[in-house]
C-alpha cells in the first residue's frame, strides 16, 4: 500500500469514528490499535472504562452496526475494492 492510500486511509478512518460518540471511537480505537500499537482486549478497555468486558463488547458491537449502515460503510468500502 503506497503512503499516499494509507494516508488517505487513516483520514477516512478517522471522519468515520469521529461520527460516533467519543467513548465509541475510543473504545473502536483501543480494541482495533487505531492510532495505538497495540490492540487491547476487552478486559483491558473495560479496566479504562470502568466497566465490565460484556459492557465494552456491547458498546463495540453497537458501534460496528452503526459503521455498517450504508451511508458510513461505503466512505471505506473504496479502500477495499482497489487492486
Not at 28 to 38: A, S, V
Amino acid at each position: 500500500v503506497d503512503s499516499a492510500t494509507s494516508e488517505g486511509l487513516r483520514e477516512t478512518t478517522h471522519g468515520v469514528l469521529a461520527g460516533l460518540t467519543p467513548r465509541e471511537a475510543k473504545v473502536l480505537r483501543m480494541r482495533f490499535g487505531i492510532d495505538m500499537n497495540t490492540d487491547h482486549t476487552l478486559e483491558e478497555v473495560g479496566k479504562q472504562f470502568d466497566v465490565t468486558r460484556e459492557r465494552i463488547r456491547q458498546i463495540e458491537a453497537k458501534a460496528l452496526r452503526k459503521l455498517r449502515h450504508p451511508t458510513r460503510s461505503e466512505q471505506l468500502r473504496s479502500f477495499l475494492l482497489e487492486d
